[in-house]
């Protein structure tokens, strides 16, 4: 923890929000008002919208110390230190009346490094959703995701953020380690009922595809799958108490050949608590039991181990004065990363604040820490990564800003831990960025 302490705090990158919220069961809070750049926070009263984001990045990374670079860093691979040059791009449409909601988005992530002179696509991702009031008091909520990435560590940090309509696959490129690139695709569906102003109940599964480039025996494509209920029962105005059951089942880890299966059933409170006409405070606590059923490969076969262990979630956020927010969202319980050889038990603990220090200057500083080992063995596996960053960003108009951001990443497997030949297994990340950001407002209704 000490690492995470002394270390800048920040880092998460760019926050989608809308009006409407299926399945949420907390009201989106009041945005506050935006500074003199209008990319700083989506236009919330716009039934139709359409964005374009496009930003040049000078950037300057250092991994690991030099005594152990040449023993554990393939000098060809995305780890190298130097100089790097990146080109990102985005795109974000909306459109909603009184019971339908659509959503669109899109980005790309293009790098150049100088010290290898290659050039290459560190991250993309496309999201595509809708969300619709049927008669009878239903809501109907879809999206289909697609992100292709070589990160996937980045996963085990909690955000908070709730899948909405056009929501795009994460892709983080600066947590890229490897050069093990794949297709993610992710299926959301969702069917809610509100049965008056008090009770509803929801229904929602979704279908994950890891779809890995240059497949081997020890990587190959994986599927995951989760199906789950909710009922939520409001007890007051601002308070609301909630029951939910989640199954979930897949392949986590490199093969598709150990299949896991999870029953976890949680209990919730959602609070909110008015602060003034545009602000709130919202907090949300689940806490539960989990079984998983977890497969380990034995000289006599394939033997499934069950374990029982407690879960947990917290989500906070405060909005303070008139700009400035904060959030901090923790979750204790299995972690299923496609990076990781198996599933783990973890605690992570996600921290962020926001605001505008003046109109034209807006700051963002946020941190985040996991620690989580083996189901089954935690001597074979075990991990800590700790992330953080800050970053000020200055409106030179209201179409354009340059920003400067600084991000620290760190993590370190337990000796022995059956990691991908190529995949390190203790990295630390200092890198400088100072960008120029055009937002190109092409549609307003």
Do not use: C
């Not at 935006?34 to 984001?53: E, H, I, S, Y």
């Amino acid at each position: 923890m000490k690492r995470l302490l002394h270390s800048t705090l920040a880092t998460i990158s760019v926050v989608l929000v809308f009006a409407v919220s299926v399945g949420a069961q907390i009201p989106a809070a009041v945005a506050p008002p935006p500074g003199v750049f209008g990319g700083a926070r989506p236009d919330a009263a716009a039934t139709t919208r359409l964005d374009f984001t496009t930003s040049v990045v000078e950037g300057y990374d250092t991994d690991v110390p030099v005594s152990l670079r040449s023993t554990i860093i393939d000098p060809s691979s995305q780890q190298s230190v130097g100089f790097s040059t990146s080109l990102s791009t985005s795109a974000e449409y909306l459109w909603r009346n009184g019971r339908t909601q659509i959503g669109m988005s899109g980005s790309s992530v293009v790098k150049h490094y100088s010290d290898l002179g290659q050039t290459r696509g560190v991250g993309s991702g496309l999201g595509v959703g809708m969300s619709t009031r049927l008669p009878g008091s239903y809501t109907v909520f879809v999206n289909q995701a697609v992100a292709y990435t070589p990160a996937h560590l980045y996963g085990v940090f909690p955000t908070g953020a709730a899948v909405e309509p056009g929501t795009a696959g994460e892709t983080a490129p600066d947590y890229t380690v490897s050069d093990f690139n794949s297709y993610i695709y992710t299926s959301t569906v969702s069917l809610k009922r509100d049965f008056s102003q008090r009770n509803s109940l929801a229904a929602s599964g979704d279908f994950q595809y890891t779809d890995r480039q240059v497949n081997s025996p020890l990587w190959q494509d994986v599927t995951a799958r989760r199906f789950g209920g909710e009922f939520v029962r409001k007890v007051s105005r601002n308070v609301a108490v909630a029951t939910q059951y989640r199954y979930r089942s897949g392949a986590f880890g490199y093969t598709n050949d150990l299949l896991t299966t999870e029953h976890s059933l949680d209990f919730g409170l959602n609070y909110i608590k008015p602060l003034s006409l545009t602000r709130r405070a919202t907090l949300r606590l689940n806490f539960g039991v989990a079984a998983a059923d977890v497969p380990q490969s034995t000289q006599a076969g394939n033997l499934i181990f069950r374990q029982y262990m407690g879960t947990g979630s917290a989500d906070f956020e405060y909005q303070f004065q008139r700009t400035w927010r904060a959030k901090a969202n923790y979750r204790r319980g299995i972690e299923y990363i496609v990076d990781i050889p198996e599933p783990v038990y973890a605690n992570s603990l996600g921290l962020a604040v926001d605001g505008f220090v003046t109109r034209r200057v807006d700051l963002v500083v946020s941190g985040g820490y996991s620690s989580g080992e083996s189901l089954l063995n935690s001597s074979a596996l075990a991990y800590d990564t700790y992330t953080g960053s800050i970053r000020v960003r200055y409106a030179l108009s209201r179409l354009s800003a340059m920003y400067a951001e600084y991000m620290y990443y760190f993590y370190d497997f337990a000796q022995g831990t059956p990691l991908l030949v190529g995949v390190p297994p203790a990295l630390e990340r200092h890198g400088v960025r100072a960008g120029f950001t055009l937002w190109m407002p092409a549609l307003r209704k």
